[in-house]
């Protein structure tokens, strides 16, 4: 398959030929981006891009280059009292939405109340319990009164900013907003044809500055192979590609290959309540029995850094470099040995009468977590352990969670909190959606998280963080396989372009064109 595809994509460059396809008639800067992922709607209520970036709208802070927190909708980053129990923000002046409506403080706590609201599908409400209140003193003050001091809750101003007037008597969940959106950011939302593309026009009006690239469409492909050929054949400015589809245009005329780095992972999830997965020295074999290296090198073309952790290298003043796993096929079967899962005469093992067995699931269109579960399902297999791939949907992964594996991603540069509370808190097994999906409870890693969430001493953060990874790594609720670089192929024609440290999300914000209102055509 991988053969005839790879003649798919080279008979597509052969027709492109060697040089960037000749353009059509001169007009107003416009773009066309392949994206692989496409929102589920376009509300930040709702949890469209919560970290950021977004095209469409403006949170209370934004980010630069460095991932340093800049103001966006507040004239100076929020301040913190000194117990850490309200943070306080004041509005920039003469900021209007798309439509011309004036920028209120009301704005800002509907749009915090309206995500905390029980009544509200929100994807983003766990990242907001510290929250208690969100009032408006003024029109131009937003005060947040948190439940305890949390030292990293700036991080999480970024939300898009939302009209309340705009949900005036109408159900949250089922807002003609969420497809039609109106915001503050430097573009707004002329066409969204699901299943196909979003066209975006600049915010002439947007109180910053308005973008050079007039108009902007995303076309939504998923498939890793088909975004390669349509970038092949000129239909597409840019596109995000795996690393080894990437690294086709390298020395290719009128193209630009950009690799970013980034926190977001690929990881095993591991099924606490699978019988053979609920053992922790099981776990550690099938850590200790995967070899991360040579995923980086075969399926990531050297594109990436191995995982052990959620808490990525680029966290630099967090992450704990002995945090690891060294790859030993010899001692993972010792471990396995020891659990009581022996090889039997056929090279399985079993254990009263029961196969090692661990499903490993993935979501069908995605070729590069493919590739990860079948290197998984090889190193495993080589254990003794009956790892059979399936490809699926995420749907059917999240029913299946106490019976398979499965091949997750995410991630993000910001804070380790963010990167690991919901995902490895027991608090969250068993709750719905995205949050501890492998239902991994261990007393150690919550009192260590719990620690450094609620510190606002950096010291005290520092060292839980530190015993988190270091219990984390001895008692692993996943296989963590590896941190990904992003890779790109664009059109080299556009000035502007800055490298960002990436979370997980790269669709339509955190991607290379994340900056994309400040670039402008060569």
């Avoid at 969940?173 to 979003?198: C, E, H, L």
């Avoid at 399902?377 to 490809?391: P, T």
């Amino acid at each position: 398959m991988r053969t005839v595809l790879g003649f798919v994509l080279l008979g597509a460059l052969a027709v492109a030929g060697c040089s960037v396809p000749e353009q059509g008639p001169a007009g107003p800067p416009a773009m066309v981006i392949g994206a692989g992922q496409e929102p589920d709607n376009l509300n930040p209520i709702l949890g469209y891009a919560p970290d950021g970036s977004s095209k469409v709208f403006d949170g209370l802070v934004d980010r630069d280059a460095r991932l340093a927190l800049t103001p966006r909708l507040a004239q100076r980053l929020p301040e913190a009292s000194p117990d850490g129990l309200t943070w306080t923000a004041t509005l920039r002046q003469g900021v209007k939405f798309s439509d011309g409506t004036p920028l209120s403080a009301q704005d800002v706590v509907f749009t915090y109340k309206s995500v905390l609201d029980p009544k509200v599908n929100s994807t983003i409400a766990s990242r907001y319990d510290a929250v208690a209140e969100v009032t408006a003193p003024d029109d131009s003050t937003v005060v947040f009164k948190l439940k305890y001091a949390y030292s990293p809750f700036a991080q999480y101003l970024t939300l898009g900013i939302v009209p309340r007037k705009a949900f005036d008597g109408v159900d949250v969940n089922a807002a003609p907003f969420n497809t039609a959106p109106v915001g503050t950011g430097p573009y707004t939302v002329s066409q969204w044809r699901k299943g196909d593309r979003m066209v975006l026009k600049a915010n002439d009006g947007h109180w910053d500055k308005a973008p050079a690239i007039k108009t902007v469409t995303f076309v939504y492909v998923t498939d890793d192979n088909a975004r390669a050929t349509r970038m092949a054949s000129g239909e597409f400015d840019a596109t995000v590609l795996p690393p080894r589809l990437a690294r086709t245009y390298t020395g290719r005329a009128g193209y630009r290959l950009v690799q970013n780095p980034s926190a977001d992972y690929r990881g095993l999830g591991l099924p606490s309540a699978l019988p053979f997965t609920a053992d922790p020295k099981v776990r550690l074999a099938i850590n200790t029995g995967i070899n991360r290296q040579a995923m980086i090198d075969t399926i990531l073309a050297g594109a990436g850094k191995p995982a052990a952790t959620p808490i990525s290298p680029y966290l630099d003043e967090w992450y704990d470099p002995a945090a690891t796993f060294d790859f030993d096929a010899t001692a993972a079967g010792r471990l396995l040995d020891d659990a009581g899962w022996r090889i039997g005469p056929d090279g399985k093992r079993a254990k009263d009468g029961e196969r090692a067995r661990l499903p490993i699931l993935y979501p069908a269109e995605d070729s590069l977590r493919k590739d990860l579960a079948l290197a998984v399902g090889s190193d495993l297999a080589k254990l003794g352990i009956d790892a059979a791939v399936e490809a699926t949907t995420f749907e059917l992964i999240l029913k299946r969670q106490k019976e398979a594996a499965a091949i997750w991603g995410g991630g993000d540069p910001y804070d380790p909190d963010s990167a690991a509370y919901t995902l490895l808190h027991s608090r969250y097994s068993g709750q719905p959606g995205y949050v501890n999906m492998t239902l991994y409870n261990n007393s150690q890693v919550d009192a260590a998280l719990d620690t450094a969430r609620k510190s606002l001493d950096p010291a005290v953060r520092k060292q839980s963080y530190r015993d988190f990874q270091k219990v984390f790594t001895g008692d692993p609720g996943w296989a963590f396989l590896v941190f990904l670089d992003h890779t790109y192929v664009m059109r080299d024609k556009w000035n502007g372009i800055e490298s960002q440290v990436e979370p997980h999300d790269h669709g339509m914000v955190h991607a290379v064109w994340w900056n994309l209102e400040h670039w402008s055509p060569k």
